[in-house]
Structures are given as structure tokens and as C-alpha cells.
């Protein structure tokens, strides 16, 4: 079974811009979850997506979204991007059946440099 | 606020020996803990959890023990082997949906 895939693995873009990431979870889960790894600040939760929506936010701006796709595909978005936007962005799939041992598979991430 | 906190940035440990990672919490609604490992480049691998209705989960040579009273928990792993070198994040569940709260990670290395 393939596990969690994100594109790109390797970004870089210029303060300003926007920037589309994409997960695709292991087949047949319906979570999918984002988080954002920095030096500063470990990892910290984005959003979770559930059969197309969006079931937990995390304390992001606005500029920060997502959507899932009927295949439970997800993408994020980063609108005007910032310098501190530099950072490794996860994406992690689950399976849940509804219990808290739902366990969450992690993707290699997507490094996002923002100059 | 960090509710999830791990206040060991880095922990060495003999091979054969054994390594306890400490994580401390400060949000009573926390229900389910995890532990995950990180290799760089790569994503976090799931390695063992417990509920809070438990105090103790064992998985081989990992250990979690969970003391709900002082809001801490702690992974042990026995015998230590080089390949167990990795960063260790402690992390936190409330209730239902899979939001995960993380500590800052702890180090570990391991060696000969």
C-alpha cells in the first residue's frame, strides 16, 4: 500500500506570492490533516479535512486554506506569502473509524523557502 | 501557549541502556497521547500511544507511562539501540477529529 504523497517536496518563491500544496493520502483514508514545522515553533496543527470538510482549524491567518476532493485528495493554499512562511509543511492521513486511536500516517512534507 | 511541552531539547544514551523522553501537558481536556519519531527529511512515524484512561502502554521495547495527576508523561525505550536516534515529539488529542497538539521534540542519540 502507498503511503501519504505530497508535490512538491522542494518550493521556493518570493514573499508576495501564492503557493498550492498537494496531498494524497494512503487509499481509502478520509482525514487528512496539515501542519506546519518551524524552528521556532515544532509543529503546529493547520486544518483537518473529513469527506471534503473542514472539521478542525488551527490558529492560522486567513491566508492559510484548504480544500479536500471527493478522492480525499487535499490541497493548501498560502496567499501573500511571508518570509516566515518558510517552513516544512506535513500532511498526515487517517483512516478514522471514529476513535481517538485513529492513527495519523505522515507524509515526507513539502519545504516551502520563502526569500 | 505551549500546552505540550518537552523541556529536553537533546538526550544521549549509551547502546543497551535505557532512554526516557518527558513530556509535560497543561490542558485537562487532553484525552489521547502519542508519541511520534522523526528522521530528517522525513515525516513523523507513529510509535506508540495511550488513552488517559490508562497509565501504562507497552509495545515491545517502548514504554509509555502516562501520570494524569501531574500532567506528564514519559517514553521509555529498553534496551537503547543506535538506529533509535531520531527526534521524539510527544503529542496531544482532545475529544473527536484527529488535531494533533505537539511538543517541541527531544532529541535523542544513542550511541556505541
Known amino acids: 500500500k502507498a503511503g501519504v504523497t505530497q508535490t512538491p517536496r522542494y518550493l521556493i518563491k518570493t514573499r508576495g506570492q501564492q503557493v498550492t500544496l498537494s496531498c494524497s493520502p494512503i487509499?481509502?483514508?478520509?482525514?487528512v490533516s496539515w501542519y506546519q514545522q518551524t524552528p521556532g515553533q515544532g509543529l503546529q496543527f493547520l486544518f483537518e479535512y473529513f469527506s471534503e470538510t473542514q472539521r478542525n482549524k488551527g490558529n492560522f491567518p486567513g491566508r492559510f486554506s484548504g480544500r479536500q476532493f471527493s478522492n480525499s485528495r487535499s490541497e493548501m493554499n498560502v496567499s501573500t506569502l511571508e518570509l516566515g512562511d518558510s517552513a516544512l509543511y506535513l500532511c498526515?492521513?487517517?483512516?478514522?473509524?471514529?476513535?481517538?486511536?485513529?492513527?495519523?500516517?505522515f507524509g515526507p512534507g513539502t519545504r516551502l523557502t520563502v526569500l | 501557549d505551549q500546552q505540550v511541552k518537552q523541556n529536553s531539547p537533546s538526550l544521549s544514551v549509551q547502546e543497551g541502556r535505557i532512554s526516557i523522553l518527558n513530556c509535560d501537558y497543561t490542558?485537562?481536556?487532553?484525552?489521547?497521547f502519542l508519541w511520534y519519531k522523526k528522521y530528517p527529511a522525513e515525516g513523523p512515524t507513529f510509535l506508540i500511544s495511550?488513552?488517559?484512561?490508562?497509565d501504562k502502554n507497552e509495545d515491545g521495547r517502548f514504554t509509555v507511562f502516562l501520570n494524569k495527576s501531574a500532567k506528564h508523561l514519559s517514553l521509555h525505550i529498553v534496551p537503547s539501540q543506535p538506529g533509535d536516534s531520531a527526534v521524539y515529539f510527544c503529542?496531544?488529542?482532545?475529544?473527536?477529529?484527529?488535531?494533533?497538539?505537539f511538543g517541541t521534540g527531544t532529541q535523542l542519540k544513542v550511541e556505541l
Open positions: 490542558n485537562s481536556m487532553f484525552d489521547y
Open positions: 503529542a496531544a488529542k482532545a475529544g473527536g477529529g484527529n488535531k494533533l497538539t
Open positions: 487509499s481509502g483514508h478520509r482525514s
Open positions: 495511550i488513552s488517559s484512561i490508562k
Open positions: 498526515a492521513s487517517s483512516l478514522d473509524r471514529g476513535l481517538a486511536s485513529n492513527e495519523q500516517f
